[in-house]
C-alpha cells in the first residue's frame, strides 16, 4: 500500500511516477511531487518507481486573478 495526500491506495507498488500521477487523473503539467518528505524534481518523475509503504504529497498549482 501506498499513501497519496492522506488517503491509502493498493495497487501502485511497482509503477513508475507518471502512471500513478496518471491513473490519480493529476495533470502532470501542473504538480509538484513529494515522497517521503523529498520533493520529487520534474526530470527525475519517469525512473521514479513507486514502493510499498511510500507517501506521496501531490500538490497542484492554480491559477487565478
Known sequence: MVCING?????YEGMRL???LEK????IRRIAVEING???TRSLF???VVKSG???EVVSF????
Open 18 to 20: 507518471p502512471e500513478v
Open 38 to 40: 523529498e520533493i520529487i
Open 24 to 27: 490519480e487523473q493529476y495533470d
Open 54 to 56: 511510500d507517501h506521496l
Open 46 to 48: 519517469s525512473e521514479t
Open 62 to 65: 492554480v491559477g487565478g486573478g
Open 7 to 11: 488517503e491509502t491506495k493498493e495497487g
